[in-house]
DNA sequence: CGGCTGGGTGACGCGCCAGTCAGTCGGGGA
DNA sequence: TCCCCGACTGACTGGCGCGTCACCCAGCCG
């Protein structure tokens, strides 16, 4: 069992440094140090070692995600998922640029694994938005563009936060991702009216002031 | 020359159907009905015949977005340029998926040059967003950030859709990008001051109404 | 102490595929 | 007519990496 989780580890490892397919069995080997045959001892091939591994990821995404509480601070609460989720994530940076960048040269079963697992998070993120319609703190709209909006942007700044190009404090990512959540940053001038609650807001056409290219 | 177009288009619906890694040399001369030894012709690797269609991709992108005339409607234009970039993308929906997730299993030379792709987008974007802060109709705060975060929720709708799980009206997308855009979407009660403009919206602490999962 | 058991070993066989190159073919020019 | 040239061909090879299996040996039991 501690070579098992040895063969874990250096995988983790090698798999973080090469990408999944230019990682070779020779590679986990050599970073455990046992002798090829023992790999195949405690894994079918190298999809399996990989898929535990992904496994792992999800199954902390998922631990660390919490039902939000009706009656308390909300704003609160939903930072503190966000903040989970991107824990998780940045935790393993290199891992995670693999799983978040899926489509390209995986086995047909493992995206299938993988995208299945983005529709479980698409649908629970939904379900929640269409809770949230019903009492108002969430705008009218089609909740699964909108699961579909949250996840991408999420993805989007993990991805570069995994790959270093500048790197930014957790909370600031946190709080941004919420900001976006809560009112975008378009601001093209709506109607004269300035007094209009924001779920009313409807552009209305009417020339606004300056443009940026975009 | 009439050869190598066809094999561009061959090679173009080989990594379609099969993904890059799957896509094997021989795949691509079979779809092109030319022997292998004709594709060395043609092209030097593998590598090489896939970066020319991704610089299909990127030059026919950059070609349809246009620089928003500051004097006209602000919505209009920023709505055809998004526009233009879902087009493109889901014109060759099996191509743009493979496109859109780089990271894992392509060499390292080439995630170099999608990275560099997405560091010029984002760039533009975000100087973009800076000059729409100075004219007021985008809200204060990073740019980096907004611009990151409106190429991942445009990358995921585009991913969606080109993996085919539910397939959507484009306009409807445009639409559905431009309104994350302008106002996010949680209502969550700030202040009690209903007239508040939405530049000046904070989150206050306050109890809200209640909670959705997320 | 001798034999058995089971975890560990690593050289090897095999299939796969990128890339090569000796050869074919057809058309055009002398 | 005959030859030359260059586009095209496809059988072949070399390398690579996966997975196997015959072997090794430490520790335990009788």
Redesign the interface.
Request: zero cysteines; glycine letters at 8%; a negative charge.
């Given at each position: 069992m501690v070579r098992r989780q040895e063969l874990l580890r250096a995988a983790r490892e090698v798999f973080a440094t090469k990408?999944?397919?230019?990682a070779k069995i020779d590679d986990i080997v050599a970073a455990g140090k046992v002798a090829k045959g023992t790999f195949y001892l405690y894994f079918k091939d190298k999809r399996s070692i990989f898929s535990e591994l992904v496994d792992g990821f999800f199954t902390r995404i998922g631990g660390a995600?919490?039902?939000?509480?009706?009656?308390?601070?909300?704003?609160a609460?939903?930072k503190h998922?966000i903040r989970a989720i991107v824990a998780v994530l940045l935790d393993d940076p290199l891992l995670a640029?693999?799983l978040?960048?899926?489509?390209?040269?995986?086995d047909a079963a493992f995206v299938t694994k993988i995208?299945s697992f983005y529709?479980g998070a698409k649908t629970?993120?939904r379900?929640?938005?269409?809770?949230?319609q019903?009492?108002?703190?969430?705008?009218d709209?089609?909740t699964?563009?909108?699961a579909?909006?949250?996840?991408?942007?999420?993805?989007?700044?993990i991805?570069?936060q995994a790959?270093g190009?500048?790197v930014r404090p957790r909370e600031?990512?946190v709080s941004?991702?919420?900001?976006?959540?809560?009112?975008?940053?378009?601001?093209?001038?709506w109607a004269k009216t300035?007094?209009v609650?924001?779920?009313a807001?409807t552009?209305p056409?009417r020339?606004?002031?300056?443009?940026?290219?975009?």
């Open positions: 990408g999944y397919h230019d995600i919490l039902r939000v509480d009706a009656e308390a601070d909300v704003e609460q939903v998922n640029q693999i978040l960048s899926y489509a390209t040269g995986l995208q529709d629970m993120l379900a929640a938005l269409e809770e949230g019903r009492s108002g703190i969430v705008s709209g089609d699964a563009l909108y579909t909006f949250t996840i991408g942007a999420l993805k989007e700044i991805l570069e790959s190009q500048r600031e990512i941004a991702i919420f900001a976006l959540l809560q009112s975008g940053y378009l601001r093209i001038a300035p007094s609650a924001p779920e807001r552009a056409k020339p606004s002031q300056r443009a940026p290219r975009g």
